[in-house]
Nanobody, 113 residues
């Protein structure tokens, strides 16, 4: 069972951009999702992409975030633009729907002025 590895998080001012990456070998070619968990809140689905490249987004990030897959490099990405303080969270990638034993450590995204 693969365990995904997320990277690319950091500190950003409101309005800025970050690009997250997720490594997981061939497992990233399956239906995948980006999830996030803010302090004191439950983990939530941010975006998903299926094997046919169809994407879905949470209403809160629609138009600002873009999920994509580099099939040649077995890498999943999340381009985050127009970041807002409410985007502050630990971001994870996992299968969609998620598998309990595939959660990685996540990558912290902090948006603050």
């Amino acid at each position: 069972q693969v365990q995904f590895v997320e990277s690319g998080g950091g500190f950003m001012q409101p309005g800025g951009s970050l690009r997250l990456s997720c490594a997981g070998g061939m497992a990233t070619l399956l239906s995948m999702g980006w999830y996030r968990q803010a302090p004191g809140k439950q983990r939530e689905l941010v975006a998903s992409i299926d094997s046919g490249m169809t994407t879905t987004y949470a209403t809160s990030v629609q138009g600002r975030f873009t999920i994509s897959r580099d099939s040649a490099k077995y890498t999943l990405h999340l381009q985050m633009n127009s970041l807002e303080p409410d985007d502050t969270a630990v971001y994870y990638c996992n299968h969609f729907p998620p598998r309990d034993n595939a959660w990685g450590r996540g990558t912290q995204v902090t948006v603050s002025s």
